[in-house]
C-alpha cells in the first residue's frame, strides 16, 4: 500500500477568470467563513509543563502592566481633565524633583527583578533535554517537514493536505484548513521526547503553540529542543521563519497517542516502508510510471516548475521543452536525484523513493509537449543510489 | 548691515556637485547590476559611473581648496573640519569592526557548532584555520611572519615618516613635507605591491571555506583604504608643490594624516587576528 | 564666536529659482522640505503595499495576490517605510529645526547636507526598479536573512546596492549633526541649555554613525555570499546563517531606537509647549536618553531567542533588554510630571503627543513582554510582533512625526492648518490605528505566523477587523495630505509664535523665517 503524497502545488501564475471573479464576490460580499473564527485573545490551553509555566508568567506580566498602566494612565487622564486651560488652570512652574526620579527609576527596576525570576527559572528549563525517553530528528525543507525516528530507523516527509481548491476559494474550506497534513508526527504520551533540528536550504522554525515548543531549524546545524505530552490528542502548528513562497504552506500536525498506540503504529510504517521497497524494486510499464510520476510531480516539483511544466524563469527554469528533459535518461535523473547546488533546485533522492523518482522522472520526459517516449526504472535510482 | 571685517562661518554657495554625486553612483550601481546580470554593457556603465564620481570629488574639492585659499574658512570652520573627519574615520572603524565581529563569531562559535554537529557532518574536527566540513579542498593559510610581518614594518614606518613630514610643516621645512609625504606614499605603495604578491601565490581563494572568505574580506577592504589613503597622500603632495598649507593652517594634510595611521592601527589588529593568532 | 555670515554671493541673497535651486540648494530649510516630501511620498507609496497586504488578508484564502508577490509587498512596505518614510521624515525635522533651535546660520556641511538628500532618490529608484526586474523585489522579509536572501533574484542585489546608497547618506547626515550640534550652538547655549528635541537628535546622529556601518557589513556579505562565491552564511564553507542575524541585529537594535528617539524630541517640545510650563526633570531625560542608547548596543540577540543561543545568552539578554525599560519608563513619568498642573490645551499637535505618550507607552510592554525569552518562544515571527513594532513605529515615530509637522507647518509656511481637518484626520488615524493592530495582539497569541499569504480559520475574525481598520487608516492620510497643501498655500497668518507656550529660538523669527536666519547669532541667556 503506497503512503498518500501530499496534494499542495502553490500557484505561481495568477488565478484564471473565474476564479478571480469567484473571489471579488467572496471578497466584496463576505461568507460563511466568519463562523469558524474564534476570536481566541491569549496563548493556546497548554499542553505540556513548559507550555504551562509560559502561560502563567505570560499573565503575570499582563496583570503587572495593567497595575502600571492604571498607575500611568489616571492621572494622566485628571491631569488632562482638571489642568486645562479651558477650565481656567494656570500652569505651576516646578520642573525637577530628584526624589521623585529616583523612586520612578528604582520602582521599575524592583518589578523586573519580580518578573525576571520566574523567567530565569522556565528558560533554564526550556533547554534542559538531558535524560529523554527517544530523539525525534527533524529536517525542514522547502516546504514540508522530514521526520526521522532516530532509534528506529523510521522516516517520511509531511506536508500540507489542504487541497488548492481550498487555497483558490473554489470549495468550501474545512476546519483545519492549513493546518492538515498527509503523515503526521506520532509520539507517545509521557515521554520525554527530545528534537535534533536542522533544515536541508534555508532557515525554518517548528513550532507549535499547545507545547510552548518553537525552534529554528539551521541549514548545516544541529538544534535541539525537547517536549513531554501527557494528554492523548492532535496538535497542530506552524513554520515560524519566513523561509519563501510556501512559508504560509507548511504546517506541522503532532498525534500525541498512548504507548500501546505508538508502538503499533511504527510497526504499521514498517510495513508501509517494506512495501514501498518492493514496489521500488519491479519494473513497470510507461502508462504505471506517468500515472504515479504526475501525482509525486503535484506535490513536490509543481510549486516552482509549475502545473504545466512552464516554470517561472529564471529562478525555476521550464521542463516543457528542457533540453537537459530532452537529453540523456541519466543527466536528467541525476539532476533530479543530486539537485544543483548554488540554485533552489533540491536533491530529491534522499527524499523520495527510488519508485517516486523514477516516475516523477518518466512523467516529465513525456508530459505536456515532451515525447521523448523512454522510461526511467526504479532500479535505475537504486543504482544511483548505491554510488552515494 | 555687517562688516565684512566680522569674522565669519562660511557657507557655501548652492553647489551643483552634489547632484552629479548621486547620478555617478546610480550609473555606478546600474553598472555593476547588469555586471552580475551578466550584461556586456555592466562594466562599461560602471566605468561611467566611476569617472563621473571622480569629476564630482575633483569639482567639489577643488572648489572646497579654493574656499580655503581664498581665506574663507576661519577658527569655527576649520573645527567644523575637525569634528568631521573623526566622526567619518570612526564610521570606518565600525565598518571594520562589524567584520572583526563576524571573524570573532566564525571562530568561536560557528566552527565548533559545526564540529559539535555530528549527525551532519560526520569526522569534521573544527579548529582554525578551516575550509568548512563541505568543502574537499585541503589548503595552506596565509603565514604570519613573512611578507605580512616586513608589511607591518613598511605601514608603521610610513606612519613615522607621516608625522615627520607633519613637523616639517609645523616647522616651516617645505623640503621636510615634501619628501617625508613621498617615503610614506612610497612605503604604502610597496606595501600594496607587496600585498598583491602574497595574493596572488595564495594557496587559497575567497572562495575557500570561511577562512578565504574573512581574510580576503578584510584585508581586501584594508587595502583599499591603503589606496585611498595612498591618493589622498598623493593629493596632498600635489597641494604641497603648489604651495599650500602654512604652519598654522593646514587642516587637509592633518586629515589625511590621521586616516593614514586608522589605516595603520587597522592594519596592525588584521596582523594579530587575521594573520597570526 | 561670529557677527555675520556671508555667502559667495555677496550682500544680495540671491539663489537660484524653479528646479535647479531644489537641485542645488545648500539651504539647511529647503534640504528640510526636500527630505519631508520625499518621505511623505514613500510613506504613500509603502502605505499603498500595506492597503493590498491587508486586502489579502481580509479572509482566509488567495484571493488577490500570489504567495510571492505578498513576500515581495511585505518586505518592500517594511524597507519603504523604515528606509524612506520614518527615517528620511527625521532628517528633514532636524534639518529645518537643528540649525534654528540652536542659534546657527545652517548645518555644519551645507553641501554635504545636499548631497546626503540626493542621494535618497538615487537609492529609491533602485529599490523601485526592482519591483519591475524578473524575479520580482526583494520578498525575504525586510531583515533579508540568508539562506533565503542567497536564492533570490537580481532585484536582491539592487536592495543591497540601494541599503549602502541609503547608509552613504545617513552616515554623512549624521556627522552633520554632530558637528552641527557640537560646534555650531550659539554663544551662551550651554550643552544642558539645548532644545530636548537637539538633545535626541544628537544621541540619535551618534547611534547612526556607529551602526550603519556595521549594516554595510553584512549586506556586502550578502553580495559576497551570492555571487562572488564567499561562505560567511553556509555551512558547508564553515559559515553560520545565524552569522547574519548578530550582525544584522547589531545595527537592527540601534536603528529602531535611531527611529524613535527624535519622536521623544518631538514630544517633549510639544507636550511642555502645550501644558505651558517646562519639561520636567530635563537633567534626568538627557539621562535617560542617552541609557536608551548605550544599553541599546548590548540587546540585539533578543531578535534571535529561538535561534538556538545557549542559556546564558538567552539570559544575558532578558536581562538587558528588560533594562531598557527603566530609562523608557523614566520618560514617560516625566511626561506626566510636565503634564501635571500645567495649563492644557488640546490643538491637533498636543492631541498627537498624548496619543504617543499613551500607545507607545503600550507598544513597550508588548516589548517587555515580548523580552521575557519564555514567553518570546510563543511569540517570536507571530502577530504579536507586528503589533508590537507598529505600536511604537506608527503611534510612536509616525504620528509623532505628524504631531511635528502641525506643529511647526505654521512656522515653516507662515501660515495656520486647518485646526477642523487636523483633528479628523487625528481622530480617525487614532481609531483606525488601534482597530488596525490591537487585534493583532490577539492574534499572535492565538498563534498565527507573520509572513504569511493565507492563514488558518481561527483567525479570520480578527482579521477582518484589522483590514477594516486599515483601510481606514490608509484613506485617512490623505487628509493630512491635504491639511498640508492647504497649509502652504495659504490660511490664517500664524505669527511669529503662533503657540504661547513655544520657547525655542526658532519661533524668535518671522513665520516663515529668512532664508538665511541667524546670521547674527542670538545671545543665550
Partial sequence: ?388 | MMSTNDPVYYLPPPSRWPIVGSVALLTLATGFILYLAKSAAGPWIMLAGCLILARMLFGWFGNVVQESNAGRFDGQVDRSFRWGMVWFIFSEVMFFAGFFGALFYIRNIAVPGLADADLIWPGYPGGWPTAGPGLKESFSPMPAWGIPALNTVILLSSGATVTWAHWGLLAGRRWQIKLGLALTILLGAIFLVLQAYEYIHAEFTIRTGVYGATFFMLTGFHGVHVTLGALMLVVILGRVFAGHFTPRQHFAFEAVSWYWHFVDVVWLMLFVFVYWL | MHAATLDDTGQHEEHPYGLMRWVTTTNHKDIGTLYLWFSFLMFLAAGSMAMLIRMELFQPGLQLVQPALFNQLTTMHGLLMIFGAIMPAFVGFANWQVPLMIGAPDMAFPRLNNWSFWLLPAAATLLIASLFVPGGAVAGGWTLYPPLFIQGGIAYDMAILAMHILGLSSIMGAINIITTILNMRAPGMTMMKMPMFVWTWLITAYLLVAVMPVLACAITMLLTDRHFGTHFFDAAGGGDPVLFQHVFWFFGHPEVYIMILPAFGIVSTIIPTFSRKPLFGYVSMVIAVASIAILSFIVWAHHMFSTGMPVGGQLFFMYSTMLIAVPTGVKVFNWLATLWRGSISFETPMLFSLAVVCLFTLGGFSGLVLGLVPVDIQLQDTYYVVAHFHYVLFSGAAMSIMAGVYYWLPKWTGHMYDETVAKWHFWLTTIAFNVTFFPMHFLGLAGMPRRIPDYAMQFEGFNRIASTGAFVLGLSQLLFLYCVVKCIRGGAAAGDRPWDGADSLEWTLSSPPPYHSFGVPPLVR
Fill in chain 1, 1 to 388: 500500500m503506497m503512503p498518500k503524497e501530499g496534494t499542495w502545488e502553490p500557484d505561481l501564475q495568477p488565478p484564471r477568470v473565474a476564479q478571480r471573479a469567484a473571489a471579488l464576490a467572496y471578497l466584496l460580499f463576505g461568507h460563511a467563513g466568519t463562523s469558524h473564527a474564534d476570536y481566541a485573545i491569549n496563548l493556546p490551553p497548554p499542553a505540556t509543563g513548559i507550555a504551562r509555566q509560559i502561560y502563567d508568567l505570560h499573565t503575570l506580566i499582563l496583570w503587572i502592566c495593567a497595575a502600571i498602566l492604571i498607575v500611568v494612565f489616571v492621572p494622566m487622564v485628571i491631569a488632562l481633565v482638571r489642568h486645562r486651560r479651558s477650565a481656567g488652570h494656570v500652569a505651576h512652574r516646578f520642573h525637577d524633583n530628584l526624589r521623585l526620579e529616583i523612586l520612578w527609576t528604582a520602582v521599575p527596576v524592583l518589578i523586573l527583578v519580580g518578573m525576571a525570576y520566574p523567567a530565569t527559572k522556565t528558560v533554564i528549563e526550556m533547554k534542559d533535554w538531558s535524560a529523554s525517553d527517544m530523539t525525534i530528528k527533524i529536517v525542514g525543507r522547502q516546504w514540508k517537514w522530514e521526520y526521522e525516528y532516530v532509534d528506529d530507523d523510521l522516516r517520511f516527509i509531511s506536508t500540507l493536505s489542504t487541497p488548492r481548491s481550498e487555497i483558490d476559494n473554489v470549495s468550501a474550506k474545512n476546519p483545519n484548513y492549513l493546518l492538515e497534513v498527509d503523515r503526521p508526527l506520532v509520539i507517545p504520551t509521557g515521554a520525554k521526547i527530545k528534537l535534533i533540528l536542522t533544515a536541508s536550504d534555508v532557515i525554518h522554525a517548528w513550532w507549535i503553540p499547545a507545547f510552548g515548543v518553537k525552534q529554528d531549524a539551521v541549514p548545516g546545524f544541529i538544534r535541539e529542543t525537547w517536549f513531554r505530552v501527557d494528554e492523548p490528542g492532535t496538535y497542530r502548528g506552524q513554520c515560524a521563519e519566513l523561509c519563501g513562497v510556501g512559508h504560509g504552506f507548511m504546517p506541522i500536525v503532532v498525534e500525541a497517542v498512548s504507548p500501546e498506540r505508538f508502538e503499533s503504529w511504527k510497526t504499521e510504517q514498517r510495513s508501509q516502508m517494506a512495501a514501498l521497497k518492493e514496489a521500488s524494486a519491479r519494473e513497470y510499464t510507461m502508462a504505471e510510471l506517468v500515472g504515479h510520476g504526475e501525482k509525486v510531480y503535484a506535490a513536490n516539483c509543481a510549486v516552482c516548475h509549475q502545473a504545466n511544466g512552464a516554470g517561472v524563469p529564471p529562478a525555476f527554469p521550464p521542463l516543457d521543452g528542457s533540453k537537459l528533459v530532452a537529453g540523456p535518461a541519466g543527466d536528467h535523473l541525476n539532476r533530479v536525484f543530486n539537485g544543483r547546488s548554488g540554485t533552489a533546485m533540491q536533491a530529491f533522492g534522499p527524499q523520495l523513493s527510488d519508485f517516486d523518482i523514477a516516475a516523477v522522472v518518466t512523467f516529465e520526459r513525456n508530459s505536456w509537449s515532451n515525447r521523448i517516449g523512454d522510461v526511467v526504472q526504479p532500479a535505475q535510482v537504486a543504482a544511483l543510489r548505491k554510488q552515494h
